[in-house]
């Protein structure tokens, strides 16, 4: 089992940056990949932004050039650099961990990124 918890959410006006983070927990070890998925009202929940135990990176086309995905492997961190935000970024942003053989998702509580003037 892993545990996420987020923190680094709120309100940010466009054109401005937020920086997320994630903790994981409990079996670590097992985590293949870790990282972020949101979802705005009345819309799926979509990926933005995952990377490997490595450094593959995988970005959503709406959010490359502007948000970063980093890992901090000794911290079991994963964070998400928000940089030039846009009120079309608002939603509830997710942390996500694949762990095991199996690769399960695991899920963080979300935390709101509001984007507003």
């Known amino acids: 089992q892993v545990q996420l918890v987020e923190s680094g959410g709120g309100l940010v006006q466009p054109g401005g940056s937020l920086r997320l983070s994630c903790a994981a927990s409990g079996s670590t070890y097992n985590i293949y990949s870790m990282g972020w998925y949101r979802q705005a009202p009345g819309k799926q929940r979509e990926l933005v932004a995952a990377i490997t135990s490595g450094v593959a990176q995988n970005y959503a086309d709406s959010v490359k050039g502007r948000f970063t995905i980093s890992r901090e492997n000794a911290k079991n961190t994963v964070y998400l650099q928000m940089n030039s935000v846009k009120s079309e970024d608002t939603a509830v942003y997710y942390c996500?961990?694949?762990?095991?053989?199996?690769?399960?998702?695991?899920w963080g509580q979300g935390t709101q990124v509001t984007v507003s003037s």
């Open positions: 996500n961990a694949v762990a095991g053989i199996l690769r399960v998702n695991y």
